[in-house]
């Protein structure tokens, strides 16, 4: 059990490490301070989430890696993340786009994972659960706002969404890794999420007054089995440089 329950929880950790890298890099440059602040805190709380999913995906590996050993001394072809959290900001809209998709899907995710059998799972959903309710409400009002916003602002958020919709239905796939976590309690079945997910989407853009993307629209997938895009090498090469440069460094 424990090799598949470590590539389970590997999925957790990496979806939470690569998103928030990408949150990182609005610090500085966003369109406002409150937002530059509220983005770098929602990306520090995905890194607490990175961290914890990670010691326990090391602990389970049992060949000695820690936390940062597996953030900053892995390959591209060994990060398990879904290919949405990789996708670049492009642009505030995508920025948001991109977080609200997560958010409503990280939500639902959580909740089964706190009924995880397994109590060092359960443990670390239920405190994550927490953030991640803020990260939701945060992500839904400014969905609101900016889609039944201006002219400009509802083409923006239009554009994003249509843009990453093809990348949102690698969260419902399933495996042999999933589908062992599902049987032994210690996880869901992703497929069990996306009814609710929908929903929560048809029930958000129906506010924003944003137009939904098709049903039928093919999906890109293979992040899970390490199969990334483009831009996942140059996210690694920025926050891997410093581990990478000088191996084994303390402060």
């Not at 998103?19 to 530059?36: F, M, V």
């Not at 958020?157 to 049987?183: K, V």
């Not at 853009?205 to 944003?210: E, I, R, S």
């Amino acid at each position: 059990m424990t090799p598949s329950l470590h590539a389970y929880v590997l999925r957790l950790g990496d979806n939470a490490l690569v998103l928030s890298q990408r949150l990182s890099e609005w610090c500085g440059k966003a369109p406002a301070l409150e937002e530059d602040m509220a983005l770098v805190n929602v990306a520090l709380d995905l890194l607490g989430q990175a961290r914890l999913w990670l010691s326990l995906a090391g602990e389970l590996e049992g060949k000695g890696r820690d936390e940062d050993a597996l953030a900053y001394l892995r390959d591209e072809h060994e990060f398990s993340n879904v290919l949405l959290v990789e996708q670049p900001n492009a642009d505030y809209a995508h920025t948001l786009m991109r977080q609200w998709y997560f958010d409503a899907w990280h939500d639902l995710a959580l909740a089964r994972l706190c009924e995880s059998t397994d109590a060092r799972v359960a443990a670390i959903a239920a405190k994550a659960r927490k953030e991640v309710a803020y990260h939701l409400r945060r992500s839904h009002d400014l969905l609101l706002r900016l889609g039944d916003g201006s002219e400009l602002s509802h083409r923006k958020m239009q554009e994003a969404a249509d843009a990453l919709w093809p990348y949102t239905g690698e969260l419902f796939s399933s495996d042999a890794i999933t589908r062992h976590a599902t049987d032994s309690g210690v996880g869901f079945d992703p497929a069990a999420l996306r009814e609710p997910w929908q929903q929560r989407v048809a029930a958000a853009f129906a506010d924003a007054t944003l137009r939904l993307p098709p049903a039928d629209a093919w999906m890109h997938e293979g992040g899970t089995r390490g199969m990334h895009t483009e831009s996942m090498g140059y996210l690694l090469a920025e926050m891997q440089v410093l581990a990478r440069r000088h191996p084994g460094a303390r402060w």
